[in-house]
C-alpha cells in the first residue's frame, strides 16, 4: 500500500520560509517523479513544482519560482519543498504525489496522493 505522508508545514509570517517534507512508503521512491500541489480555500488545486525520478530536472510553477526549491534523497523516500519569501497568497492545503514515469505539472497524472499540510502565511 502506498502511503505518501507530508509535514513541516504550519503559521509563519510573510516573508518567511517552511521546508515540507513528504515521506514515501509502499512504492520504489526512486523510479517515481514527485510533485507539490496547493488548494486554497475556495480554489481549485495547482501546481506547484515537480522533481524528476533521479531529481536532475525540476519544473516550477510561475508564482513561486525563485522563492520555492524542490529536492529529493532517494535514501530516505523523500521529498522536500524549501518555501522562502512566503506571501499571504501561498497559503494553502499543501500535497505531494508520485507519478510513474513523468513528473508533470499535470495532476492527473499523478496515481498517488499524500493527505496534505497546511500552510498559513499571516500579513
Known amino acids: 500500500q502506498v502511503q505518501l505522508v507530508e509535514s513541516g508545514g504550519g503559521l509563519v509570517q510573510a516573508g518567511g520560509s517552511l521546508r515540507l517534507s513528504c515521506s514515501a512508503s509502499g512504492l520504489t521512491f526512486s523510479s517515481y517523479g514527485m510533485g507539490w500541489f496547493r488548494q486554497a480555500p475556495g480554489k481549485e488545486r495547482e501546481f506547484v513544482a515537480s522533481?524528476?525520478?533521479?531529481?536532475?530536472?525540476?519544473y516550477y510553477a510561475d508564482s513561486v519560482r525563485g522563492r520555492f526549491t524542490i529536492s529529493r534523497d532517494n535514501t530516505k523516500n523523500t521529498v522536500y519543498l524549501q518555501m522562502n519569501s512566503l506571501k499571504p497568497e501561498d497559503t494553502a492545503v499543501y500535497y505531494c504525489?508520485?507519478?510513474?514515469?513523468?513528473?508533470?505539472?499535470?495532476?492527473?497524472?499523478?496515481?498517488?496522493w499524500g493527505q496534505g499540510t497546511q500552510v498559513t502565511v499571516s500579513s
Open positions: 504525489a508520485a507519478a510513474s514515469g513523468t513528473y508533470s505539472y499535470i495532476a492527473q497524472t499523478y496515481a498517488h
Open positions: 522533481i524528476r525520478w533521479n531529481g536532475g530536472r525540476t
